[in-house]
Each structure stands twice: as structure tokens, then as C-alpha cells.
């Protein structure tokens, strides 16, 4: 798998498995960023997820409305892709500067190879 596609693949949800497991051989610093990108965007929506979920208990008018901000992480995901297929290493908007920081197993690996 060629890093291009390493790096679509990583903004896509459970594909950013087959992002990381398929394509190690390949990997090089253009689809490790992406894949930290990428990985930081999945946990952090999964969190906001739960966060909604929480909410919901306590009040589920206001959960329904933060639901919709749902929409934002689907922005940031096309910006992703569209950042991966331009082959541009630009952070994603609001926090991507923090996952370039995060995810140190990915530098590793990269070191392994």
C-alpha cells in the first residue's frame, strides 16, 4: 500500500487499522503524520461520543443539540483526505497541532524498519 493511500485511509474510521497494519513496509514521515492526524481525529470524536452520551442522561434536549456538532468531525475528516490526497502535511483545523505530539508508537515503528 502506498503512503498516499496510508494517508486517506487513516482519517476513515476502522480503516485507519487497515492503514496501519497494511502498509508498515511503506510507511514513511509524509503517512505517519497523517496517520497521527488521523488517529487523534477518531479518538477524539469517539470521546465527544461518550461525552454526548453522558449528557444525554442528564438532559437529553441539550444531548440532541450538541449531536449536531457531530457534523464538524465529518469536516475535519474530508479536510484530512483532502490534505492526504494533495500530499500536504497541514494539520487539522481546531487539534491537529496537539496530536502532532501524541502517538509516539508511530515514530517507533518508523525507527524499527
Do not use: C
Not at 2 to 31: C, H, T
Not at 102 to 111: A, G, S, Y
Amino acid at each position: 500500500m502506498s503512503p498516499k493511500m496510508q494517508s486517506i485511509l487513516s482519517y476513515i474510521g476502522i480503516l485507519w487499522l487497515v492503514a496501519y497494519f497494511g502498509g508498515k513496509s511503506e510507511r514513511n514521515d509524509f503517512s505517519t503524520y497523517h496517520l497521527k492526524q488521523g488517529l487523534g481525529l477518531l479518538l477524539f470524536s469517539f470521546l465527544f461520543g461518550v461525552m454526548i452520551n453522558i449528557v444525554a442522561v442528564v438532559s437529553s434536549s441539550l444531548a440532541g443539540i450538541l449531536s449536531y456538532a457531530g457534523i464538524l468531525f465529518f469536516i475535519v475528516m474530508v479536510l484530512g483526505i483532502i490534505n492526504a490526497s494533495n500530499e500536504v502535511k497541514k494539520p487539522l483545523p481546531l487539534l491537529g497541532e496537539m496530536f502532532d505530539k501524541q502517538f509516539p508508537f508511530l515514530d517507533k515503528e518508523k525507527d524499527l524498519n
